[in-house]
T-cell receptor
């Protein structure tokens, strides 16, 4: 069966510090991978998605970047965090279009 | 521009009664719709989906209705149970796109 791992579960980082959140998927090949953010009152906002290794589509101009160094690994990064980067970050995977996406447990990021 | 709208931030119902969660969309290219359930500090879990070629899909206590002319879909939960208390997200994708666009969510509370 397929599983998705996302870590860490919680993170408190100072303003200006770097960020690296990692997500890995097991039990499937060539998944679509996604990073979403849930901010207060904003619902689930799609940040990045990837349909293959090295292929990243950015949805929202911001202080963040994403990379997919391996087929089932998706990384969310920032060189310098802002207070506005605080939120609940969710990684997800799917097998393609017109299919459901499956989410990880999320990372609660607080920038102080 | 919010393409998927859930205009009710919250809904409260009695156990055993019907819960009706509503969702409107503006993008006429959307052809696949999903509902997710989310508990605090967890990732969303997939509930049910519907393709635009259908107007109804049922899975146990959950039924999704799609009205394409009105660009409206709804999720019916019958009978409602206290364990259904969660935030429900509506999501949509367009014509083979890899992206899922989410609404802001509706918090459902089912009272015993």
């Amino acid at each position: 069966s397929q599983t998705i791992h996302q870590w860490p579960a919680t993170l408190v980082q100072p303003v200006g510090s770097p960020l690296s959140l990692e997500c890995t998927v097991e039990g499937t090949s060539n998944p679509n991978l996604y990073w979403y953010r849930q901010a207060a009152g904003r619902g689930l906002q799609l940040l990045f998605y990837s349909v293959g290794i090295g292929q990243i589509s950015s949805e929202v101009p911001q202080n963040l970047s994403a990379s997919r160094p391996q087929d089932r690994q998706f990384i969310l990064s920032s060189k310098k965090l802002l207070l506005s980067d605080s939120g609940f970050y969710l990684c997800a995977w799917s097998t393609g279009s017109r299919t459901e996406a499956f989410f990880g447990q999320g990372t609660r990021l607080t920038v102080v | 521009d919010q393409q998927v709208k859930q205009n009710s931030p919250s809904l409260s119902v009695q156990e055993g009664r019907i819960s009706i969660l509503n969702c409107d969309y503006t993008n006429s290219m959307f052809d696949y719709f999903l509902w997710y359930k989310k508990y605090p500090a967890e990732g969303p879990t997939f509930l049910i989906s519907i393709s635009s070629i259908k107007d109804k899909n049922e899975d146990g206590r959950f039924t999704v209705f799609l009205n394409k002319s009105a660009k409206h879909l709804s999720l019916h939960i019958v009978p409602s149970q206290p364990g259904d208390s969660a935030v429900y997200f509506c999501a949509a994708s367009a014509g083979g796109s890899e992206k899922l666009v989410f609404g802001k969510g509706t918090k459902l509370t089912v009272n015993p």
